[in-house]
């Protein structure tokens, strides 16, 4: 779980002629680069902009770590994972590194300021930072005596209102970068149309940047989507979908506490170790639930989507999405923890029609009339001080949604955000009454946010209903075009045969069905079984209890018969004749 596994030693002189792969083996003990790292490095090292577009878990953080050893001067990182910003400077530390300093919301003043100290005596080689920090004057004191020479920001998708992730705090990062002297800039992302990848550049100014990126695709992980008529058959299927135990330790990511509660409790009523993670839960259970899947403890975990952000657990074997995301960056991102190990994983969506529609429904809230715009204005201009400043909790702000009409006035000029501290609002408004032209922007700023959400959710709509390869959607919307593969190796689109290499084999399940009823039931019958079934004739038969139960539950009934049928055609069993036939195995074919 460690960043650095080796040893880091201390540095060497004389960078400009370094063997960089001997000193990725020295300095972490790594035998060869990655794809995209050494271009990163390389333009990192030379001076040279850089956007790297590489996905989770491709090492995007040694394009800024090696750098940061092997040159001169203070690399400065911009990083809205904590987690990832502790684990990381923990690990430089252990091996050895006592130049490398982070500055967070989570550290108590007195150590933030020991760790300014330092920066501003010149004894930090590289610096992790949370973005909010760039609105503290004391922070950027100290920052601007370091000789600050490569700055590399991760998430850099945070930039663009285009991304799915946009944050305001982010846009002050092209302001920091000039007033540090416009140093080597490394911008860093794992989710990047290349709408997103032209935003990123242009508003950091990027100079020609190196581009560093890498395809998208992860080829270990089978992309499949199951249909089910309604949220109550989703237990049933997620049941149906773990039984096979190789696609444990899995993640449920779950929209609401509620459901992740309920999830849980299911999982665990089948046997299945699991515990809900949410923000609703105390820390100590949260820490507690976290480690122990990490250990291994624990085989499932049914959470919020905030859960697996910079958490590094290699062997995750599925991730399942409960309900429609909405985009399929954020799709993506989240199902990209599986299978980080590189060994097969498959991705689950569970898909109703009722979860986008809800999802089309929030966007539609959203919306906001000029003079609602004006009302949201006006709350704030009530609770403002004569500069201007003012803070207000969600709750006040008359909006169905108060965070998107906060947003669109801020991107309209009308006020400027304060980092959020403990939910609500705070910033300071641009004039008392919002005039005529800050109205028109914010306005046209809506129907720009409006119009990329419903882009959004057609595309993740597209990848989850559409019959062509999932892959291929998926990729081809980041801007990527797969490699072809094997069917079962791809998605659960390409003919009806086309499973995941950890799903049970369709045949077998049929004929373990079979063997389990004993040649005594039919085709409708054993497709009852075999989709998991609960009427009253099959519980009373205690057909319900049989180890074949459910083992189909993601496929149609057609399918299913198809299967039979296939098994009856090639003569691996018979359909007896008669008023009511049965289906039982074909006794073996006598020799010679
Ligand atoms: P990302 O930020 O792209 O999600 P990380 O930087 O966290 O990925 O790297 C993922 C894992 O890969 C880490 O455990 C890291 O130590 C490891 N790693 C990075 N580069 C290499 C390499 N060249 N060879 C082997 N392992 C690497």
Redesign the pocket.
Known sequence: M????ATLTSMGAGTATTDLSAE?QRL?G?????PG?REAIEGTLSGRDVLAI?????????CYQLPALLGEGVTLVVSPLIALMQDQSAALRAGGHDDVEMIASIMTGEQVGVALARIAAGRARLVYVAPERFSSRRFLDAIGQANVDRLAIDEAHCLSEWGHDFRPDYLRLSDVRKRLGTPATLALT?TATPRVARDIVSALELRDPVMARTGFDRPNLFLEVLHVAGEAGKPRMLLAHLKDRKRLPAVVYCGRRKTCEQVAAHLLGDGISAAPYHAGLPAHERTATLQQFLAGELEAVAATTAFGMGI?KADVRSVVHWTIPSSPEEYYQQAGRAG?DGAPAVCTLLYTAADKGLIAYFIDRAKLTEAQLRSVHALLAANADPSGVFRVSESDVPADDPRVAVAVLERAGALELFPARSGGFSGRLAEPALSRRHSAAAMVAMKRQQNLRWDRLKAIDRYAAGDGCRRAALLGYFGDTPEPRPDELCCDNHGTRARSPLQVDEREAVLLCVEETRGAVGRTRLTQILRGGRARDLLAAGHHKLESHARLAHRNEAQVLEVIDGLIADGTLVKTDGRYPVVRRAPPAADG
Do not use: H, N, W
């Open positions: 460690s960043v650095i596994r990725l972490f790594f035998e060869r680069f990655r790292q590489m996905p989770t878990g491709s090492g995007k953080s040694l794992a590094d980080r």
